[in-house]
């Protein structure tokens, strides 16, 4: 069955140290990937999205996510974290036909 | 010139009450989603409905009933609330079925809480 993981719950950095969140993925083949961040209180915002082509791609606030398909992964990256980057991240993947798929999400601290 | 909102964004109510969270979407989408989000923060679809039709239900009680009455509206209707029906039910639009290669609009929730 399909199924994206994000093996990291929670993670704390402080202020300006970069950031990595990690996701995999499990499908029959390389379905769309996306990264959702979700605000406290607030609904789901789309910053980046993978369809095919440059493995890197680049999405709101900073963000970035490398695609690799080796390891079946889609990690998202930013090399300066801001206070406002506090929130909970949802990496998400969809094949055609079958349902959009949410991994558990990775609730991100930022110490000041 | 909010895309997908959602109304009411707090609901308390009490065990045994029948209760509707509205969804409007202004971004012309083609199907529309309710999603289920528990405490620990899982995200569950319940239902999409794309062009009137239901085309996804997963597994969802019966005391939830989705209703479209047009593209851009879809209403949560739940019947006989139960404690474990809290949640935040986040609303979300694409501009085709399952999202496809462009994702998810989604509203800004509505807390549900029953007591």
């Known amino acids: 069955a399909q199924s994206v993981t994000q093996p990291d719950i929670h993670i704390t950095v402080s202020e300006g140290a970069s950031l990595e969140l990690r996701c995999n993925y499990s499908?029959?083949?390389?379905?769309?990937l996306f990264w959702y961040v979700q605000s406290p209180g607030q609904g789901l915002q789309l910053l980046l999205k993978?369809?095919?082509?440059?493995?890197l791609v680049q999405g709101i606030k900073g963000f970035e996510a490398e695609f690799k398909r080796s390891q079946s992964s889609f990690n998202l990256r930013k090399p300066s974290v801001h206070w406002s980057d506090a929130a909970e991240y949802f990496c998400a993947a969809y094949n055609y036909g079958q349902n959009f798929v949410f991994g558990p999400g990775t609730r991100l601290s930022v110490l000041p | 010139d909010t895309a997908v909102s959602q109304t009411p964004k707090y609901l308390v109510t009490q065990m045994g009450n029948d209760k509707s969270i509205k969804c409007e979407q202004n971004?012309?989408?083609?199907?529309m989603y309710w999603y289920k989000q528990d405490s620990k923060k899982f995200l569950k679809i319940m239902f999409s409905y794309n062009n009137k039709e239901l085309i996804i239900n997963e597994t969802v009680p019966n005391r939830f009933s989705p209703k479209s009455p047009d593209k851009a509206h879809l209403n949560l209707h739940i019947n006989s609330l139960e404690l474990g029906d809290s949640a935040v039910y986040f609303c979300?639009?694409?501009?085709?079925?399952?999202?496809?290669?462009?994702?998810?609009?989604f509203g800004s929730g509505t807390r549900l809480t029953v007591v």
């Open positions: 979300a639009s694409s501009q085709a079925p399952s999202g496809s290669g462009y994702g998810y609009t």
């Open positions: 499908y029959g083949a390389t379905p769309y």
């Open positions: 971004l012309g989408h083609d199907t």
């Open positions: 993978y369809f095919s082509g440059d493995t």
